[in-house]
């Protein structure tokens, strides 16, 4: 494998920039077996990557990836490959792209239909800066679903200045494009009426695996006074069988340490099962059918199941219409991506108390992804919404018990849960509203951890064990129910000290609202909490991540030994 940051692309032949790219794809597959990724859009994009490359330069010129999880080849180019496999690693590189990784990045990227925005606004800049560099947005088809994208293109509209879209026609994002607007996007004749409407020209049918397509389109582009769309066909995973024949399952690769159940597929399982139970149950995802474990119920109940595409905004506010009209609809949406329906569901759903349930996969820390993919806010949200009720499961087992109850829940709800494969093996009592699990009338303990959520149930336990050890008894305590709050346990524990475990933000946390009812009630306990610090976190594993937040059984237990003995 060659040093890739040493090659020339500019005096590279047709022929040697396809024996790069082979060596490129090769690299992408080894490492994203290895460290897990995104691998089937980035083997798509290695011969556009490295064409882009050749004509235009990166440290000057702007290169906007949208989503950003195609950037692989990207990587190597500019950092090398000795940086490339440490991507997904703690002090390594990001999968997405990140302008402290490298200058030809020049925004994080990581949430979908975001480009178009960043090259209007990078626009006005070069205009009223009186510089001159390129502006060339890469994206895919299905982004062109996200609303941002037409607010932006209009826009743009009214600037009369360039800039250059690439249009990454794979006929796929995450999950198969859907809707009206994909179907049009499909046809060229649409394709080139609908961009020129904006003051585009229109170049199509440039073949994205051929030099000799894309190198000419490109640098026309480059030449052109005035703004350009191409359209570049693509295969997604080209280049690795198991990739190009099962695209949508290969998007995202676990890395080869990494398997088992997921919370994702048990929530998937129990919607199929309360299904059978509801008829007028309804799934809906934003692009994400395979993300959140919608496949099957989306082949059984194809009538129930519903893609809006990359567009959480009018998920939240459809589901609030769906509930009003007899309906039961289940949205099932990541955590970071939920936080773009802020209003919608706000408004539309908690405002007039609609019986919309929100399962919020990858809520807490999320290893792998980075900054953008975090879920530390994203449940806290919702305790500033009236009428929404948050719960989280202590483990798989409770996260079916909660969506079986949730059929006869007549109000907002939501359910988070995490990336996190820890389920602790432990007994499940039945959902009561509002209710705690705890063990009552323990007069011999000496305090009582309180936790939310699977991953600080499991730390909870085993703080617990660790301390009996010091002559402490702590009661561990699942509150499955972060809102309302469980006022009658509180009651009971204040007289002891109560420890929070918490895997997010301490702005609209549990341990917030615990605080603030002691407060407001004029209770005097002594509370001891474990959040996370208000930062973003880089990619890093688990255990990694959980390190880097202060949340470990030693340093947990150092503290309470510190405070309490």
Known sequence: ??????????????????????????????????????????????????ALHKVFDFKTDKLLFDVGHQCYAHKILTRGEEAF????????????????????DPFYAGHASTSLSLAVGLMRARKLCGEKYEIISVLGDGALGGGMCYEALNDASTLGEKQIIVLNDNNMTISPTVGLMAKNLSDRKNTKEFFERFGFSYVDDVDGHDFSSLIPALEAAKKSETSVVIRVLTKKGMGDKPSSDNPEGFHSVQNSEKRGKTYSRVAGDAILKAAEKCKNLVAVTCAMKQGVGLEKFSEIYPERF????????????MCAAMAKGGLKPYLMVYGSFMQRAFDQLMTDVALPRLPVTVLMDRAGLVEGDGETH???????????????????????????????WSLTFDGPLVVKYPKSQKSFD?????????????????????GYILTSGAVCYDLAVKVAGTIIQNGLNLSTVNAKFIKPLDTEALDLMCKN?????????????????????????????????????????????EDELLESAGLTVEKITKRILDEIR
């Open 306 to 317: 519903v893609d809006v595409g990359i567009a959480e905004e009018h998920a939240a506010t």
């Open 497 to 541: 000290p109560i420890i929070i475990i918490e895997d997010e933000v301490s702005a609209g946390s549990l341990s917030e609202s615990v605080l603030a009812y002691f407060c407001d009630n004029k209770i005097n306990a002594k509370v001891i909490r474990f959040v996370v610090p208000d930062k973003f976190y880089p990619t890093e594993s």
């Open 85 to 104: 496999r440490t991507i997904r690693k703690k002090g390594g590189l990001s999968g997405f792209p990140n302008p402290t990784e490298s200058e030809c």
């Open 374 to 404: 975090q879920g530390i806010s994203s449940p806290n949200m919702f305790n500033l919404m009236p009428n929404f009720t948050v719960c989280a499961p202590k483990n798989k087992e409770e996260l079916e018990k909660i969506i079986d």
């Open 1 to 50: 494998m060659g040093d890739f940051l040493s090659k020339n692309l500019k005096n590279m032949s047709n022929e040697e920039l396809t024996e790069l790219s082979k060596e490129l794809r090769f690299l992408v597959t080894e490492v994203t077996y290895k460290n897990g990724g995104h691998l089937a859009s980035n083997l798509g994009v290695v011969e556009l990557t490295v």
């Open 426 to 446: 432990d007994f499940v009592l039945p959902v009561r509203y509002g209710k705690w699990d705890y063990h009552k009338g323990e007069d011999f303990v000496d």
